[in-house]
């Protein structure tokens, strides 16, 4: 009887929400990576809270923008400003580059195609094939440096995310927890699926941020020795930016080590533009085998299924999908192994 009172309250709140859903998706990615790591922060403030023998609302609010700031200053802000710097290099060094270096290897490679392929006695249409690669050539550099220009152009805008992130980082640091509290029981009315799923949530997690960040110093490293050895300029910085790119779904490491490949071929080091694509390559190979395997040691999925949430989630989802996959195949499998756990029914 005392839920026939609530139902007014419960179609309303199911209103309110959707219009919430509405004004807040505008900013949803920036909230969803504040959720997350805020989610992670939880801990080390409560840890120092602890340790500080302190409590109050004042006090987890003033510990957790310590953190966050510290986080931010050590780690974050130094990655971004280096992405930053990297973007303006390649917009620097494509703007002074001599196309004609590149237009010389496009029409010298399609010779070298044509004698292999006359001694396998096959005929190529050499001359429409190095038309072709030449007038590739001649565009690519001014299509990378539009698009290097529109990045910096974007500036105030992803500024203006940052903050936003910033901002939710810190408000779910210190209040996740309550917020959770608060919102999951009438979200999920059931504690035992509640709590199953709760942990299987906190699992991935934690599994996936750590991955990422495996996978991250292992693409950075790759990154910082290739542009090293084949003395691409500002060498250090790019490898910095790999780290911070790396965490973008679809982009990653290919942002520094294609257009590096194609400075180098600009400025007529062919040899060294085949390395670097060679580099561009294993450092892609390496995110889609060490995410899902370092993914593991926290999420309860074989290697295969970690791999399909991850490369499905991303093509779903978009970004939130590195999260989103994982996520949703070990709800699958918590709540199944749940299931067949659960005594049968009498009579059945």
């Known amino acids: 009887?005392?839920?026939?009172?609530?139902?007014?309250?419960?179609?309303?709140?199911?209103?309110?929400?959707?219009?919430?859903?509405?004004?807040?998706?505008?900013?949803a990615f920036e909230l969803g990576v504040a959720l997350v790591?805020?989610?992670?922060?939880?801990?080390?403030?409560?840890?120092?809270?602890?340790?500080?023998?302190?409590?109050?609302?004042?006090?987890?609010?003033?510990?957790?923008?310590?953190?966050?700031?510290?986080?931010?200053?050590?780690?974050?802000?130094?990655?971004?400003?280096?992405?930053?710097?990297?973007v303006r290099e390649i917009a620097r060094l494509l703007a002074g580059a001599d196309l004609a270096h590149l237009e010389r290897a496009a029409g010298g490679l399609a010779e070298r195609l044509r004698a292999r392929a006359e001694g396998l006695g096959v005929t190529l249409p050499t001359a429409e094939i190095a038309a072709r690669a030449q007038g590739y050539a001649g565009t690519v550099g001014a299509a990378l440096a539009r698009g290097t220009g529109r990045v910096l152009a974007q500036t105030p805008?992803?500024?203006?995310?940052?903050?936003?992130?910033?901002?939710?980082?810190?408000?779910?640091?210190?209040?996740?927890?309550?917020?959770?509290?608060?919102?999951?029981p009438t979200v999920l009315p059931w504690p035992r699926e509640r709590e199953l799923l709760r942990r299987t949530t906190a699992a991935v997690i934690d599994g996936v941020v750590l991955a990422n960040l495996g996978v991250s110093l292992v693409q950075s490293a790759i990154v910082?020795?290739?542009?090293?050895?084949?003395?691409?300029?500002?060498?250090?910085?790019?490898?910095?930016?790999?780290?911070?790119?790396?965490?973008?779904?679809?982009?990653?490491?290919?942002?520094?080590?294609?257009?590096?490949?194609?400075?180098?071929?600009?400025?007529?080091?062919?040899?060294?533009?085949?390395?670097?694509?060679?580099?561009?390559?294993?450092?892609?190979?390496?995110?889609?085998?060490l995410r899902p395997l370092l993914a593991r040691g926290g999420v309860d999925l074989p290697f295969l299924w970690m791999m399909v949430a991850f490369v499905g989630g991303v093509t779903v989802f978009g970004a939130a999908g590195v999260l989103l996959g994982p996520l949703v195949l070990a709800w699958v499998v918590a709540l199944w192994r749940a299931l067949a756990e659960e005594p049968a029914a009498p009579g059945g």
Do not use: K, Q
Request: proline share 4%; hydrophobic share 65%.
């Open 1 to 27: 009887m005392s839920i026939v009172p609530s139902r007014p309250l419960r179609w309303l709140l199911g209103a309110a929400l959707a219009l919430a859903a509405l004004v807040v998706r505008p900013l």
């Open 37 to 86: 790591l805020g989610f992670v922060t939880e801990r080390p403030v409560a840890w120092l809270l602890a340790r500080l023998r302190r409590d109050g609302e004042r006090w987890r609010w003033a510990v957790g923008t310590a953190v966050v700031a510290a986080v931010a200053l050590v780690v974050v802000l130094p990655a971004v400003f280096a992405g930053w710097v990297a």
């Open 157 to 184: 805008g992803a500024l203006f995310s940052a903050g936003v992130v910033l901002v939710g980082w810190v408000t779910f640091a210190v209040e996740g927890r309550a917020l959770r509290d608060a919102i999951l």
């Open 224 to 289: 910082s020795a290739a542009t090293l050895v084949l003395r691409v300029p500002n060498a250090i910085v790019w490898g910095v930016a790999s780290f911070a790119l790396s965490f973008v779904p679809l982009l990653g490491t290919a942002a520094v080590t294609v257009s590096a490949a194609v400075w180098l071929a600009l400025v007529g080091r062919t040899g060294a533009a085949v390395a670097m694509g060679v580099v561009a390559l294993v450092a892609g190979s390496v995110d889609n085998v």
